[in-house]
């Protein structure tokens, strides 16, 4: 190959070379997919903290975003994980009650606290909507027979 040839290989290769660098550093910053709302809140059932439950979000049909799950801690408090919260839009919530294992059910067993209508998409009346200018939202949500 000629000199000038390979020197203009070699700039061309350069070149591409710091293009790409610079995209994909540009790729990195910023808002890299839909916004999440961060959800916490709290589930009383039975009038008492519905510790070590899962709450689950389901998007109403005919809507675009995605499902997300959170889990309560010992006193009822849950907070979906951070950059996991959920996109605008309407959504069915189910309440899965905690696993409990112990010496009686060594494989465990569901809590029953938690009434039976809110543990099915199907069946529970639990809605909520989170609107495209929160930045965050709170459920206090009380399960009821």
């Known amino acids: 190959m000629a000199p000038g040839c ?3 290989s070699r700039r061309a ?58 889990v309560c801690d010992a006193a009822g408090r849950f907070k979906t994980p951070p950059h996991q919260g959920l996109m605008p839009g309407r959504y069915t919530i189910v309440i899965h009650p905690a696993i409990i294992v112990d010496e009686i059910s060594p494989k465990g067993r569901l809590a029953d606290n938690v009434p039976e209508k809110y543990t099915h998409w199907d069946t529970s009346d639990l809605k909520v909507e989170v609107g ?6 709170r459920l206090d949500i009380v399960l009821r027979d």
């Open 6 to 8: 390979m020197q203009m």
């Open 13 to 70: 290769l350069i070149w591409s070379a710091g293009v790409v660098c610079m995209l994909a550093a540009g790729c990195g910053r910023g808002n890299t997919g839909p916004r999440m709302i961060p959800v916490s809140g709290s589930v009383v059932s039975k009038g008492a903290a519905a510790g070590g439950c899962s709450v689950g979000f389901r998007p109403d049909e005919g809507q675009a975003v995605r499902a997300a799950t959170a």
């Open 132 to 137: 495209p200018h929160e930045s965050s939202k």
